[in-house]
């Protein structure tokens, strides 16, 4: 069928359903949903592993440049430890993605406890690949060998994943929201408009999500690689003596990370899971 591109309507108007949405009663959780979802998710991980190990390396050394730091991670290896992380992503991203869905759309959960729930989830199941990962590329060996779901920094990634969920599914959304109103009356309505417009979204959410996480996300890291050291402690050594620069490069890589990763998964979901 035509749609005139002449009528007085917004860009959404004419957008294609997103793949976000599930009418209620049809469930996302198909075979074909959850592969997808962890296959995406695996790769993007993977494309996000070099920026995690050089986010670790500039915790260890916040007042090194980025350029150092960035030697350092490349000499120790970019991709090292990347196994644990990218195996994790499977059931992670099936969480973020299909289980997302039907918890919100056929359930009716409402987004805030939706993701409340599932970043508890999502928390228990990646607590102790995140920190044999963190020990891993710190000590160059794990030095904690323990299966616990939870322990000490378990807060501190609750945290994160709360922020780096709520960044792709709510800030996301309020931003393309907020860019369709700008451009829609200077962009023609077209696939490739409406892809932009996503990408674009999903780009600067996740990358303003990664960069608040920041501090969760280091106190996360410095509390599984020694245990002893309280939040207070990590808080004085990372940003007492060159606060605003340590805060500035550590938010720069956690928020170019982020948005690789969830920008990468959210790009193919809306390609290959609507």
């Not at 199941?125 to 044999?132: P, S």
């Not at 590329?137 to 807060?155: A, E, N, Q, T, W």
């Not at 490739?192 to 996740?206: C, E, I």
Request: with cysteine.
């Amino acid at each position: 069928m035509t749609i005139s591109l002449y009528q007085n309507k917004s860009i959404r108007s004419y957008k294609t359903r997103s793949p976000m949405a599930c009418s209620p009663g049809v469930s996302s959780l198909t075979a074909s949903s959850l592969a997808s979802a962890s296959m995406s998710g695996s790769f993007s991980m993977l494309c996000g592993v070099p920026l995690t190990n050089i986010g670790i390396q500039a915790a260890k050394k916040p007042k090194a440049c980025l350029l150092e730091i960035v030697k350092l991670s490349n000499k120790k290896g970019l991709f090292r430890g990347a196994s644990r992380p990218v195996t994790m992503a499977i059931p992670q991203f099936a969480l973020l993605g299909p289980v997302y869905k039907e918890l919100n759309s056929k359930y009716q959960l409402g987004k805030w406890s939706t993701i409340g729930l599932l970043s508890t989830v999502e928390s228990l199941v990646t607590y102790t690949v995140g920190k044999q990962s963190a020990q891993k590329f710190y000590y160059g060996k794990i030095i904690d060998h323990s299966l616990r779901p939870m322990g000490v920094g378990f807060g501190a990634l609750l945290s994160r994943n709360v922020i780096a969920m709520a960044g792709l599914r709510i800030l996301s959304p309020t931003i393309e929201d907020s860019l369709e109103s700008i451009a829609k009356n200077s962009l023609k309505n077209s696939e490739s408009a409406n892809t932009g417009l996503k990408f674009t979204s999903n780009l600067l959410a996740n990358c303003s999500a990664g960069a608040v996480s920041t501090i969760p996300h280091t106190i996360f890291n410095e509390q599984v690689i020694n245990p002893e050291r309280t939040i207070k402690k990590i808080l004085i050594d990372q940003y007492k003596d060159n606060g605003i620069s340590s805060l500035t490069k550590q938010a720069s890589i956690r928020g170019a990370r982020l948005g690789c990763v969830y920008t990468i998964f959210a790009t193919l979901e809306n390609k290959f899971m609507s």
